[in-house]
């Protein structure tokens, strides 16, 4: 979404707590993994659900390491492995929540959890994606969300967010199923949202489309 080793990440009350040591968390990731290019609306890998996360090593490890190295040079809250090319259900991310706390953690294998009609509070703020670059647009999504899946060993985690981090859940989860946040817009607002983006340029590294 435009603006670690896991087992480091504990829970509580049924949440894993991802707001402690968040810069070391990430410069550890970030430093150990390489760059890659971010993949654009039109490519075949954003526009299908990814693999399920079925082995859980050093490979994998590696790939979450890039990930925040690819997400840091683009300077962004989040990433989903499909937006480097990956065909695996996992995605990455630094993002604040609406009172300015960090969170920073990875998830495999995510599924956003129903909420309660009472919890259903939509927010229609700006949205951006990396992988369509430059370009955004308002976007209701609920402001609290709940994603559940498993940390690079295979554990069972929950993460809470709400807000803007609410937001990075929802939209992340979204990628590795194949959908793009401009998947959820009206037509028209669909069509703007891809005129800015071939009006503008992106500010890293992006992979031709064929």
């Known amino acids: 979404m435009a603006s670690q ?15 402690e040591d968040c810069e070391e968390r990430e410069r550890a990731h970030r430093e150990r993994g390489t760059s890659r290019p971010i993949t654009v609306v039109g490519n075949p890998v954003l526009h299908r659900e990814c693999r399920d996360v079925t082995e859980f090593g050093d490979e994998l490890a590696a790939l979450v390491d ?12 989040g990433l989903a492995a499909n937006q480097i090319g990956v065909d695996l259900k996992v995605f990455v991310y630094d993002c604040p ?32 994606c990396l992988s369509v670059p430059t370009a955004y647009a308002a976007l209701a999504r609920p402001d ?39 998947d959820r817009l009206s037509k028209r607002d ?11 340029t992106p500010r890293y590294e992006t992979v031709p489309n064929d």
Not at 66 to 77: H, I, K, L, N, P
Not at 106 to 115: D, H, I, S, Y
């Open 190 to 200: 669909r069509k703007d949202a891809l005129q800015q983006m071939a009006e503008g």
């Open 97 to 128: 929540d609406d009172e300015g706390v960090r969170h920073v953690g990875a998830v495999c294998n995510p599924v956003v959890e129903e909420l309660p009609a009472e919890r259903r509070v939509l927010d229609e703020s700006n949205e951006g």
């Open 144 to 182: 609290y969300a709940v994603v559940r899946g498993q940390d690079l060993e295979g554990n069972e985690i929950r993460v809470e967010g709400t807000g803007y981090f609410a937001r990075c859940l929802q939209h992340e989860t979204d990628h590795l199923y194949g959908r793009l946040y401009i």
């Open 66 to 77: 890039d990930m925040f190295a690819s997400q840091r040079t683009a300077e962004g809250v």
């Open 5 to 19: 080793q896991d087992t480091e990440q504990s829970v509580v009350d049924d949440f894993i707590i991802d707001t």
